[in-house]
């Protein structure tokens, strides 16, 4: 019964494009949020590491499901960041770097959102 | 003086035991997605669990019976066989949702792989549960899940609006969808109430041989101690409304509630909140566990009580061991465990009437509870809790259909 209800309730991947972009840009916040505390040496490098590989992970289970061109390119590049911080979560000045970008992600993903509601 | 230690150290439990998985994910997404509109459902849930912990503790002390004790006798073979049916299933499904968050807690702490994770908890689990009195059990466990207390700091050190905060405690229609925000609702109480809770306090009341002189004891505890432990509810959904709200970050991950503490508060804040997670989490696996091992051996009339010893009480050992390794089977498959947290709240409300009828009714029992039975305060809000969870029960599980589980 159990699995019938969550099959009923359609959970996974969701379909509509601004669904989607908000996803993306969710997980691109977080990652941002994640790659500024590994920037100021405010966490552990276990918990960056294990934390942007799952991020990364919905990310990448994400991206099949995703039509948009744009919205392709930017999941793309978000899980291409996450794993480079969860490879080298030592990288302080790396992580910065990873901050802005997946700073801008989030915001192009927002913008690509608001383009399709 | 004694008695009055007693009883701090009860409470104290009672906080630190309150917040499971379920809570967690529930006030961390609500918050996520609502702010703080939905701090009144907290309310109304913790208002549920003090009535309901209350009556079974009296009845406990009153009757030396736990929940399913009365159950049986006073709904009869057939209907109480549905009614634990339902709640093992419910149990399972939770004990399945703690044993995966435990992991992936201890997988956030140490890197290690989540399959050997998975095992090892189970195995520790277990050896705990072996080799620990109930008492010990009961608050190693609590104690160190107090360290949540940490997302209260995180909380203060967020700024929220706290004019915003207060407004939450209103109960309001919500803005944006209407299901996804009766999904929550629905979740929030539903996490407060799961039934688990009520299932194992009864039965350690019994295995502690409360009698009617630790009746104030019992009140103090349910109302202090969870009043408390929704505290940490609060503290919850207030710190993911601060931080993640305005980021627009949905939180679908056990390692996004602890960033929740990391970015006010750094690597100590980040600690604290693992290590309060992972003995909160624990502590609900253990209760879930031993609240289907409880059940079972109530229901069948077996020998049961962890001060029995395994030999004094084969079944249940059996029972509980039983419900670690079926919890174990759920999770291995690779299913997700806030994805089972979310299904094991929302059947666990669906469930609700069948546990909390039978102690409303046992508890108005002149013949079970003599002088102790319910007095009118205690049918009051009783009564109006049997109304909030037939309505949930009815609505939850549409609700999580129409609202794609609270994705919208």
Known sequence: VALLAILLAGCGTPSALDKQAEEVGSIAAEGALLAHDASEGDTTETFTRVHARELAKNVETLRPAIRDGRLERVARSVGADLERLADDPSDERGAAQLERRLDDASTQAEEIGKGAS | LKAVFGVALGILAAIGGFVDIGDIVFNVEAGATFGYQLLWAVVIGVGGIITYAEMCGRVAAASERAVFDAVRERLGFGVGFVALVAGQLVNLLTLAAEIGGVAIVLQLLSGLSYRGLLVFAVLGLAIVLWLLPFGWIERVFGYMGLALIVFAVAAVKLHPNWGEVAHGFVPSTGSGSLAVYGYFVVGLIGAATIPYEVYFYSSGAVEERWRPKDLGMNKANAIIGYCLGGFLSFALMISAGALLLPQGISAELLGTVALVAQAPLGEIGLLLALIGMLFAISGAAIDSGFAGAYNVAQFFGWE????????????????????????????VT??????????????????????????????????YMGRYRNGRIANAFGGFYLVVITVIAVAAVPLMILSNMGQG
């Open chain 2, 304 to 331: 049961w009580g962890k001060y029995r010893k395994h030999a004094g009480a084969p079944q249940f050992t059996i029972a509980w061991l039983v419900m670690l390794v079926l919890g174990f089977l759920i999770v």
């Open chain 2, 334 to 367: 690779g299913v997700d465990p806030i994805l089972v947290t979310e299904v094991s709240v929302i059947f666990s409300v669906a469930a609700l009437p069948l546990t909390y009828v039978p102690i409303f009714l046992v508890a108005n029992d002149t013949a």
